[in-house]
Structure formats: structure tokens, C-alpha cells
């Protein structure tokens, strides 16, 4: 009897400690996820019973802030049939189905969400937690208002919010957005200045700033901004994705590596965030591991448009191009973008079906005029057909709109050689080598230019300097004896 009695006790003792610690681990999940931390507060409340209203809510929006999204709107619904006069669920809810682009059915859950905000009551006669909810409900309703491209709207329900607590950082944040998204970067800036005047190095004010820096083409600056953010909270996700985007159009592939791993582990579940991992890799010349990353993301979705892009540009730098076509047309048509077209169009320069690679690359041009980059490559795949002049314009077109590869330039000094326009080669070459004056090839042909200008002083020099860079170059070999006298 005894022993009976004792092991009821132990079994008792048991289940009140397993209820003690699943509370617990629901209170401590709840305090990750409401601080930004949400791959904490996920594993806090993946084995919480989900018998709660908050249980549901906040483990729902911990699965919605890492990227699994289906899973997370099935708790965020088992959350509502828990409670259904609370407004928090409907609001996340909102915002998922605004990230999918479906912009109607999120303005329906926010118009629910709203419907249980106590907006009849002035700010005086309400408790600190609820002008906390009300701003955040209004705050995503704003977002979604934006990406629905209803700016108007948008102002609006923040100017509301506005009126609850002007010393949110959030609402100024979110107006911030919203001029952003209308091209109007003065009052954008003055809005996020206003949020880090509130709250010091707020990171998504910080965030704000460096997409106005992007938009603009200062590069540095938007870097400078998106690496302020992630030291500011290194929870925030999408500086992470960001600062990695901006390191790889920089070529910086091991920093921008770092910055989409951590990105990863913020939002595991985020099949965006594996594909630039895996571009990254690619960016590296690590195919067989970009490979592997992206066969693992078209094992979840084989219809995956960025992870068939970036498979077919693999493809293309392994010269399968039968195999790089074949992911290219699993691709929609609408889904292809500018980079994808200057992509494919390489498989016909080495093939040397010109027409065929001229008429991708018009098609480029077409979705985005302004993009530098499709110059670039249009002004390569010319050059390859010795199509000098019309070359130099492309590469001309390129600089002219700020691209970053200082390639572009020495293309145009090679073309200005061919040309026979030895002093303005020269001169863009020159600005070459200031730009970057690690590139052999820079000197080889300001060399040439000056050669054909007999600035010989200055060829010599630029032939021996090419030599340090190559020195078994039979040809600079040559040219040094003939311009050095040695």
C-alpha cells in the first residue's frame, strides 16, 4: 500500500512538473516571439499544448515569421475558434495572406480585426497594451494598403494610429513606406528619421533608409544602412536578406554568404532565402554545392520559378545548356525578368547564334530600360561578333547608368582601340584602373591605346605593370622590348 501511495505521488509530482515547465516554456515563448525573436519562440512553444487562445496566436505567428506559412495559418485559424471576438489572430492572419499577394482577402481579415479594437474609446481611457494593439493592427493594415499599391489608404490608417500615440516609431516606419512606395524619398527619409528619433537605431528605420539608398543607386549608403539594422537587432530578417543581396551585386559572395545563412536561420522556412544561398554559391563558382541547395528547394516546390532560374543559370556555367534551357522554360513567362533574359542570352553568344541571343536581350530592355546590366551584356554579345561601334554604344549606355562592374569599362577602351579612338581608350581605361586597379587586362589595352597614340613612355609602363599581373605574356613580352628598349 505504501509503495502504491508513493507512486501515485511520483506520478502526480510528474504531470504538475510537466504542466509547470509547459507553462513556463508558453510564457517564455510568448516574451521571444513578442521581442523579435521568433526561431526561439517557436522552439519554446512547438510542444506547448495548444489549447489557448495565445497558444495558437503566437505559436502561429512564429511559424508565419520563419516562413512556414501553411502551418501557420492553421493555427492562426485554431487560434480565432478559440476566441473569436479577439482582434490579434485576424490581424496576423491579415498580414500572411498579404505576403501570398492576396491583398483583398487580408483587407477582409483587418476589417474582423478591427471590428474588436476598442476604437470608440479616446487614447486617455485606454490601457497601455491596448493603443499597442491598435497600432499594430492599423500599422499592418497600412502594409498591406501599400503593397496593394492603395497609398492613400495607407496614410490614412496610420494617420489614425497617429492619433492613439504619436511616439511610435512604428507608424512613422510604416509613412515612411508608404512615400516610398509613391518615389517621394524626401518625406520617406523625413518619416524614418522621425521613427529613430523615437527609438534610437530602430532597425527597420534603419532598414527604410538604406531602400531609399537602393532606389537611388547609392549602393554604399544602402549597405552602410542594411549592415546598421542587422547590428541594431540581429533578429531582423530582412536587413539580413538585404545586406546579403547588396554584398552579392557587389561580388562580396563570402559576406554575402554570411548575411543569407543568418537570414536562413532566421526563416528556415523561407524557400526565397535557400535560392540566394544557393546564387551565392553559384557567385562563389561552387556549382555542385549551389546544385545541391536547389535541388533541395525543388523537392518542396518543383514549380519554384527562382530556384528554376537559378538551376538553369548553374547550368549555363557548366555549358549544359540543353539541361539550362529546359529549367529556363519551366519558368513563366512573366516570371522572367531582365537578369534571367541576359542570362539565357549567353548560351547563344557561345554558340555564336547572335540573332537569337540579340532578340533575349531585347526582350530584356523591354521589362526594364534602365537596367545597366543588360547593356553590359548586350554591349558582350556584340563585341563577340567584333560588332565594335554598336558595342561601344551599349558599353557606353551601361556606365552612363552606374553599373558596378568595372568590366564595362574596359570593354569600352577595348572597343575604342578597334575603333581607332586610341585617346578616349585610353581615358576610359584610365578611369578604369582608378576604379578598380586590380584588373590586368586594364593596362594591357590602355598600353595598346597609347601605342597607337605613340605615347611610349606611358605604353612601356603600362605593358611592364600588365607583366606583373602575367608574366609570361609572350605578347607584353614583346611590346616592352619594343617601347622600354629592353
Do not use: H
Given at each position: 500500500?505504501f509503495?502504491?501511495?508513493?507512486?501515485?505521488?511520483?506520478?502526480?509530482?510528474?504531470?504538475?512538473?510537466f504542466?509547470?515547465?509547459?507553462?513556463?516554456?508558453?510564457?517564455?515563448?510568448?516574451?521571444?516571439v513578442?521581442?523579435?525573436?521568433?526561431?526561439?519562440g517557436?522552439?519554446?512553444?512547438?510542444?506547448?499544448?495548444?489549447?489557448?487562445y495565445?497558444?495558437?496566436?503566437?505559436y502561429?505567428?512564429?511559424?508565419?515569421?520563419?516562413?512556414?506559412?501553411k502551418d501557420?495559418e492553421?493555427?492562426?485559424?485554431?487560434?480565432?475558434?478559440?476566441?473569436?471576438?479577439?482582434?490579434?489572430?485576424?490581424?496576423?492572419?491579415?498580414?500572411?495572406?498579404?505576403?501570398q499577394?492576396?491583398?483583398?482577402?487580408?483587407?477582409?481579415?483587418?476589417?474582423?480585426?478591427?471590428?474588436?479594437?476598442?476604437?470608440?474609446?479616446?487614447?486617455?481611457?485606454?490601457?497601455?497594451?491596448?493603443?499597442e494593439?491598435?497600432?499594430?493592427?492599423?500599422?499592418?493594415?497600412?502594409?498591406?494598403f501599400?503593397?496593394?499599391?492603395?497609398?492613400?489608404n495607407?496614410?490614412?490608417?496610420?494617420?489614425m494610429?497617429?492619433?492613439?500615440?504619436?511616439?511610435?516609431?512604428?507608424?512613422?516606419?510604416?509613412?515612411?513606406?508608404?512615400?516610398l512606395?509613391?518615389?517621394?524619398?524626401e518625406?520617406?527619409?523625413?518619416?524614418?528619421?522621425?521613427?529613430?528619433?523615437?527609438?534610437?537605431?530602430?532597425?527597420?528605420?534603419?532598414?527604410?533608409?538604406?531602400?531609399?539608398?537602393?532606389?537611388?543607386?547609392?549602393?554604399?549608403?544602402?549597405?552602410?544602412?542594411y549592415?546598421?539594422?542587422?547590428e541594431?537587432?540581429?533578429?531582423?530578417?530582412?536587413?539580413?536578406?538585404?545586406?546579403?543581396?547588396?554584398?552579392?551585386?557587389?561580388?562580396?559572395?563570402?559576406?554575402a554568404?554570411?548575411?543569407?545563412?543568418?537570414?536562413?536561420?532566421?526563416?528556415?522556412?523561407?524557400?526565397r532565402g535557400?535560392?540566394?544561398?544557393a546564387?551565392t554559391?553559384?557567385g562563389?563558382?561552387?556549382?555542385?554545392?549551389?546544385l545541391?541547395?536547389?535541388?533541395?528547394v525543388?523537392?518542396?516546390?518543383?514549380?519554384?520559378s527562382?530556384?528554376?532560374?537559378?538551376?538553369?543559370?548553374?547550368?549555363?556555367?557548366?555549358?549544359?545548356?540543353?539541361?539550362a534551357?529546359?529549367?529556363?522554360?519551366?519558368?513563366?513567362?512573366d516570371?522572367?525578368?531582365?537578369?534571367?533574359?541576359?542570362k539565357?542570352?549567353?548560351?547563344?553568344?557561345?554558340?555564336?547564334?547572335?540573332?537569337?541571343?540579340?532578340?533575349?536581350?531585347?526582350?530584356?530592355?523591354?521589362?526594364?530600360?534602365?537596367?545597366?546590366?543588360?547593356?553590359?551584356?548586350y554591349?558582350?554579345a556584340?563585341?563577340?561578333?567584333?560588332?565594335?561601334?554598336?558595342a561601344?554604344i551599349?558599353?557606353?549606355?551601361?556606365?552612363?547608368?552606374?553599373?558596378?562592374?568595372?568590366a564595362?569599362?574596359?570593354?569600352?577602351?577595348i572597343?575604342?582601340?578597334?575603333l581607332?579612338?586610341?585617346?578616349?581608350?585610353?581615358?576610359?581605361?584610365?578611369?578604369?584602373?582608378?576604379?578598380?586597379?586590380?584588373?590586368?587586362?586594364?593596362?594591357?589595352?590602355?598600353?595598346?591605346?597609347?601605342?597607337?597614340?605613340?605615347?611610349?613612355?606611358?605604353?612601356?609602363?603600362?605593358?611592364?605593370?600588365?607583366?606583373?599581373?602575367?608574366?609570361?605574356?609572350?605578347?607584353?613580352?614583346?611590346?616592352?622590348?619594343?617601347?622600354?628598349?629592353?
Amino acid at each position: 500500500m505504501f509503495t502504491k501511495n508513493l507512486l501515485r505521488i511520483a506520478v502526480l509530482l510528474l504531470i504538475f512538473t510537466f504542466a509547470v515547465n509547459a507553462q513556463d516554456n508558453l510564457e517564455k515563448g510568448i516574451s521571444a516571439v513578442k521581442r523579435g525573436d521568433y526561431v526561439g519562440g517557436l522552439n519554446l512553444l512547438k510542444g506547448v499544448s495548444k489549447d489557448s487562445y495565445n497558444a495558437n496566436l503566437y505559436y502561429g505567428i512564429a511559424l508565419f515569421q520563419t516562413g512556414s506559412e501553411k502551418d501557420a495559418e492553421k493555427y492562426l485559424k485554431d487560434a480565432i475558434k478559440k476566441d473569436d471576438e479577439r482582434p490579434e489572430a485576424y490581424a496576423v492572419l491579415g498580414e500572411l495572406f498579404s505576403s501570398q499577394k492576396k491583398y483583398s482577402e487580408a483587407a477582409s481579415e483587418f476589417e474582423k480585426s478591427k471590428k474588436y479594437l476598442p476604437l470608440s474609446k479616446t487614447k486617455d481611457d485606454l490601457e497601455k497594451e491596448e493603443i499597442e494593439t491598435i497600432i499594430y493592427v492599423l500599422s499592418a493594415e497600412a502594409d498591406n494598403f501599400i503593397a496593394d499599391g492603395k497609398v492613400d489608404n495607407a496614410i490614412n490608417s496610420l494617420t489614425m494610429a497617429k492619433t492613439y500615440d504619436d511616439k511610435n516609431p512604428l507608424i512613422y516606419v510604416g509613412l515612411g513606406d508608404a512615400y516610398l512606395a509613391r518615389g517621394a524619398f524626401e518625406p520617406a527619409a523625413t518619416n524614418y528619421n522621425q521613427a529613430l528619433k523615437v527609438k534610437s537605431n530602430y532597425a527597420p528605420a534603419l532598414y527604410g533608409l538604406g531602400k531609399i539608398a537602393f532606389k537611388q543607386k547609392k549602393y554604399s549608403a544602402a549597405l552602410e544602412n542594411y549592415i546598421k539594422a542587422t547590428e541594431s537587432d540581429n533578429n531582423f530578417a530582412p536587413a539580413f536578406f538585404e545586406k546579403g543581396l547588396m554584398f552579392y551585386l557587389l561580388d562580396k559572395f563570402t559576406d554575402a554568404q554570411d548575411a543569407f545563412e543568418r537570414y536562413d536561420q532566421l526563416v528556415p522556412g523561407s524557400l526565397r532565402g535557400k535560392t540566394y544561398l544557393a546564387k551565392t554559391r553559384y557567385g562563389k563558382g561552387e556549382y555542385d554545392e549551389a546544385l545541391s541547395i536547389l535541388n533541395d528547394v525543388l523537392a518542396i516546390d518543383p514549380n519554384y520559378s527562382e530556384a528554376n532560374k537559378y538551376t538553369a543559370y548553374v547550368y549555363i556555367e557548366k555549358k549544359q545548356y540543353d539541361k539550362a534551357e529546359e529549367y529556363f522554360r519551366k519558368v513563366k513567362t512573366d516570371e522572367l525578368n531582365a537578369e534571367d533574359y541576359q542570362k539565357w542570352s549567353k548560351i547563344y553568344v557561345d554558340k555564336k547564334e547572335y540573332a537569337k541571343a540579340y532578340e533575349l536581350l531585347d526582350k530584356a530592355v523591354s521589362l526594364d530600360a534602365n537596367d545597366e546590366n543588360t547593356y553590359f551584356e548586350y554591349g558582350k554579345a556584340l563585341f563577340a561578333e567584333q560588332k565594335y561601334g554598336d558595342a561601344r554604344i551599349k558599353f557606353a549606355k551601361a556606365i552612363e547608368l552606374g553599373i558596378l562592374n568595372v568590366a564595362a569599362y574596359v570593354y569600352a577602351g577595348i572597343c575604342d582601340f578597334y575603333l581607332n579612338e586610341f585617346e578616349k581608350g585610353a581615358e576610359i581605361l584610365t578611369k578604369s584602373i582608378e576604379l578598380n586597379p586590380n584588373i590586368a587586362s586594364a593596362y594591357l589595352w590602355r598600353a595598346n591605346n597609347y601605342a597607337g597614340i605613340t605615347k611610349n613612355t606611358e605604353a612601356c609602363a603600362d605593358y611592364q605593370k600588365y607583366l606583373s599581373f602575367e608574366p609570361n605574356d609572350t605578347f607584353a613580352q614583346e611590346q616592352v622590348k619594343k617601347f622600354c628598349g629592353k
